[in-house]
């Protein structure tokens, strides 16, 4: 190589935004408490950015959920994709001041106010609709609806990509009403080993919380996510017979989310007899393309699509270019 140009390789690996670090486990820990500006710090807002608010005073996220309004979002990428066997968790504090019948007042039915993971390519499409129940794939969400009549509540909603959800019967769900003025701390944890997801919801006031636990039916597929967010959905879309509608203000504070570790991991690269080579820990049920560009506007595939087992695994570019060359692993999950 000393007869060779000087080579100018760099090796880059796509962005995690935000702050996390990793747990023995090597699970990612992604943690907000709102004591500085959380759009400082990877969250973003999708949609009508006024339904958000960071309160700088008492740090928090004041919100409110206006179905009224377009699907709006105020979230932060996970780092990963999460899928049926990955286990993950969030857990948040919630505090409503108040919730009822939204501004359509023709829609006199309950709807929801959510948090929890999507995936976000998909809930920001505008054919996303959440009122159908059949129009909005790939969800992993603690749903609360209003009392209209039959009782306040508390709801783990798990949805699959082809937007069908999962449902067990009555106990998937706890007729549960939230006080205004309380704040409750919710736990909502999915298990892969006996695929069951759990929720639990406690509060200063009670020695004990309400716990759900709701495994996934026979006829559940898989889901995609990539994303946690506090949810406001719009009540478009929904059967006029059985519509609803939702207005609710209050505060969202402590969150954490436990999400597996990220595709790539203590990825490495260097030149050895001509050949630049890429080593990286690999995660299972992905799939990996070494992918190389000169001006980082286009990207060329270098390997085939690599299935990994995981753990270590090497991926390389035979004929690097003379000049300078730019290097990034595309991971998938199929």
């Not at 595709?263 to 080579?277: A, D, E, I, R, Y």
């Not at 190389?292 to 990207?299: E, G, H, M, V």
Request: aromatic share 12%; hydrophobic share 40%; proline share 5%.
């Amino acid at each position: 190589m000393k007869d060779q140009p000087m080579l100018k390789l760099r090796l880059l690996t796509l962005a995690l935004a935000g702050a996390s670090f990793l747990t023995a486990r090597c699970d990612t820990v992604i943690t907000e408490n709102f004591s500085a500006n959380p759009l400082q710090n990877g969250w973003k807002v999708f949609g009508n950015t006024n339904l958000f608010q960071w309160d700088s005073t008492n740090q928090d996220l004041r919100v409110t959920w206006d179905s009224s309004q377009p699907n709006s979002y105020f979230y932060h990428p996970v780092g990963t994709i999460l899928a049926r066997d990955d286990d993950f968790s969030m857990a948040f504090d919630l505090r409503l001041t108040d919730i009822g019948i939204g501004f359509n007042t023709n829609l006199t039915e309950s709807f929801s106010i959510a948090l929890g993971f999507l995936n976000l390519d998909e809930a920001t499409q505008t054919n996303f609709l959440r009122g159908t129940d059949s129009d909005s794939p790939d969800l992993a969400e603690f749903a609360y609806f209003w009392d209209a009549g039959y009782g306040a509540t508390a709801w783990p909603s798990l949805a699959d990509t082809n937007s069908d959800f999962n449902w067990n019967g009555s106990t998937d769900y706890a007729i549960f009403a939230l006080t205004n003025g309380q704040t409750y701390h919710i736990v909502m944890a999915y298990t892969s080993s006996n695929q069951t997801v759990t929720a639990t919801l406690t509060n200063s006031q009670q020695t004990s919380g309400v716990l759900i636990t709701q495994p996934l039916d026979a006829t559940f597929g898989d889901f995609r996510l990539d994303t946690f967010s506090v949810n406001s959905y719009s009540d478009a879309g929904q059967d006029p017979a059985y519509a609803g509608s939702v207005l609710a203000h209050g505060v969202v504070d402590n969150i954490v989310l436990v999400v597996p570790p990220p595709p790539v991991q203590n990825l490495t690269g260097s030149l050895s007899n001509g050949v630049w080579q890429v080593q990286f820990n690999a995660r299972a049920a992905w799939s990996y393309t070494l992918q190389r560009s000169t001006d980082f506007q286009s990207w060329t595939d270098l390997s085939p699509v690599t299935s990994a087992a995981g753990g270590p695994l090497s991926l390389s570019d035979p004929l690097p270019p003379t000049a300078k060359a730019f290097y990034r692993i595309r991971a998938n999950r199929p």
